[in-house]
């Protein structure tokens, strides 16, 4: 087992696992922002696994979840918009959640494009890092906003 690969087992293990506990349990207001933060780190570990197991393969994974992901919790969001918008979170727990979504991407991305060939894999990692900062900010917005897409809560 090398680093990529540990690496890839502990996000799984210590991220994705309390999160999925997350979707799975508590108020709808939590259980779709676990759901964002499941995709964030899954796309995240498969990044890791494709270093690891030098399979190329898991990288095209993980672009499709990154796009696919912020547009399944938007969905979210538009049907159960009544129940999102009776359920407002604490700012303490959207700043949390906005942080636990966006600070991996970086850590993640920023090494494995320096392991990675450069060129069109490169690209690609890039691209799956910005998507994720961008699909995870447009969520967070859109399941904090008030009604009538004001400002943010907290």
């Not at 922002?33 to 990044?47: E, G, I």
């Not at 009544?82 to 970086?106: G, K």
């Not at 494009?113 to 998507?131: D, E, M, S, Y």
């Amino acid at each position: 087992m090398n680093g990529w690969l540990a690496g890839g087992c502990a996000l799984l293990l210590c991220g994705v696992l309390p999160a999925l506990c997350g979707v799975c349990t508590g108020p709808v207001r939590r259980r779709v922002l676990a759901q964002n933060l499941v995709t964030v780190l899954a796309a995240l570990a498969l990044l890791l696994l494709s270093q690891g197991w030098a399979r190329p393969a898991y990288t095209d994974m993980a672009l499709a979840l990154a796009v696919l992901g912020p547009a399944g919790t938007l969905v979210y969001e538009r049907l159960l918009g009544e129940e999102l918008r009776a359920d407002r979170p604490p700012a303490a727990v959207t700043r949390a959640m906005t942080v636990l979504s966006t600070v991996p991407v970086p850590l993640v991305v920023v090494p494995v494009c320096a392991a990675a060939t450069p060129g069109r894999t490169t690209v690609k990692l890039l691209l799956v890092g910005c998507l994720l900062m961008a699909g995870s900010a447009v969520c967070m917005r859109a399941l904090t906003s008030p009604p009538g897409g004001g400002e943010p809560v907290g």
